[in-house]
């Protein structure tokens, strides 16, 4: 008799939270997803086990660390290996928004390259079995964005010692029903099922979970083996039509008003596009760990000096900067003194940057004079002949020379 009580007592609290208020699921979510926003760092162990029509299994480490450029962005570092039928893929690889970064160990290169051209075995492996990706985007469980057919906190589970709340969200039939184990200690996920029977059945699980850990820079750097290249942005050879089209100066139909923008410069002043009116100003925008831009760092430093007497302003923006204090290691190292502007991605998409280094001209009434790539031996001497025509045909204008000046950077 009190066998049967207990069970029937037992049964009654399953029952009562599985049909518990949607309410409660959304909040577990809700608190989850605040949790990982306030993440400053997360490392951990991910294994994937896939039961679908094919087997898979993947085995790794993730460490992600939040962007200080970017806020609600990470810079990941992946690594392990997957068994696929018929092959195993081992992967390693730094994913800085849209920037990839990785060894090519058959080709003997480490790769850097972004968005749709970063195309390799090892990329598609990371992102799509490597590790959770709703982590790192700012809805991580699409609470905002889709609308599910049911929503339940079911019950606890006991994840790699974590004790956690289990959460299923369905979306209808026919659709892949998501099952979120999440801990109730720090609210942060430790396993995530999606199963759409018989045709997927992943298992992704997170363990020996690090929050807010240090991470050093060094761990999203790759470094490159002995007797490896290195086949980074900018590196890859032009063909003398490519040169010749970054080098031409521009026609009346791509000459535009130069789009506007706020910056902090390294002494925490703010420049607005605004204020350079009257000025002629080159704007250079680059990844400072790139090939091309390191290649850069000498011939930039000859034409600081031979713009010190000109009326001209010179502004670095750098793109996807792992740390200001890295930044400015590359300005360091090649005795740079321009002024140096941060937090500038956006900037670069609006100016429609895709190559690095990329050097914009600007003449004093704010409009795009000219722009080219880093061409070695040319681009300089070619901006050199640009601002002297324009200070030609705007005369000398009212500004100073600050192209060699520091105070900014």
């Known amino acids: 008799m009190l066998r049967s ?7 009654m609290a399953v029952v009562s939270v599985a049909h518990a208020d949607p309410e409660q699921a959304r909040r577990r ?25 094919y087997k898979i299994h993947v085995e790794g480490t993730v460490e992600l660390k939040r962007q200080k450029r970017a806020a609600g962005f990470w810079i990941a570092r992946l690594k392990g290996k997957s068994e696929l039928p018929g092959m195993e893929i081992a992967y390693d690889l730094v994913i800085d928004g849209d920037l990839y970064t990785w060894i090519d160990h058959d080709a003997k290169k480490v790769m850097q390259r972004i968005g749709k051209a970063a195309s390799d075995r090892q990329i598609t492996i990371a992102k799509q079995y490597g590790w959770i990706r709703s982590l790192s985007t700012i809805d991580p469980f699409d609470l905002a964005t889709r609308t599910y057919e049911t929503m339940e906190l079911v019950g606890r589970e006991t994840i790699e010692g974590v004790e956690c709340d289990v959460i299923v969200l369905r979306e209808g039939p026919d659709r892949a029903t998501k099952t979120w184990y999440i801990s109730t200690g720090d609210h942060l996920p430790r396993r995530m099922r999606i199963d759409l029977s018989p045709m997927m059945d992943d298992t ?14 060094t761990v999203f750097e790759i470094a490159t083996p002995e007797g490896y290249t290195e086949d980074f942005l900018g590196n890859v050879p032009n063909t003398a039509d490519q040169l010749a089209v970054m080098a031409a100066p521009l026609n009346a139909a791509q000459v535009r008003e130069a789009p506007s923008f706020e910056l902090e410069a390294t002494d925490g ?87 690095y280094p990329m050097y914009v001209l600007v003449d004093a009434k704010g409009m795009v004079a000219y722009e080219t790539g880093y061409i070695p031996g040319q681009s300089f001497q070619a901006l050199l002949d640009e601002i002297d025509s324009l200070l030609g045909a705007e005369g000398d204008g009212d500004s100073a020379s600050d192209g060699g000046a520091s105070d900014g950077k």
């Open 5 to 11: 009580q207990i069970f029937v007592a037992g049964l």
């Open 29 to 53: 979510l809700e608190e989850s997803a605040e949790a990982l926003r306030q993440a400053r760092t997360l490392s951990f162990a991910i294994t994937l086990e896939a039961k679908g029509p």
């Open 204 to 217: 992704f699980t997170m363990s020996k979970l690090k929050l807010n850990g240090e991470l050093s820079e």
């Open 269 to 355: 002043s703010t420049v607005k596009s605004e204020d350079l009116r009257g000025k002629v100003v080159v704007l250079e925008f680059l990844l400072t760990y790139s090939g091309a831009s390191r290649r850069s760092g000498p011939e930039m430093k000859a034409f600081l000096e031979a713009v010190a007497d000109k009326p001209v302003k010179v502004l670095t923006i750098p793109v996807r900067e792992r740390s200001r204090e890295k930044t400015l290691e590359f300005f360091e190292k090649y005795e740079l003194t321009q002024t140096v502007l941060h937090g500038g991605d956006d900037t670069a998409r609006i100016y429609g940057v895709t190559k």
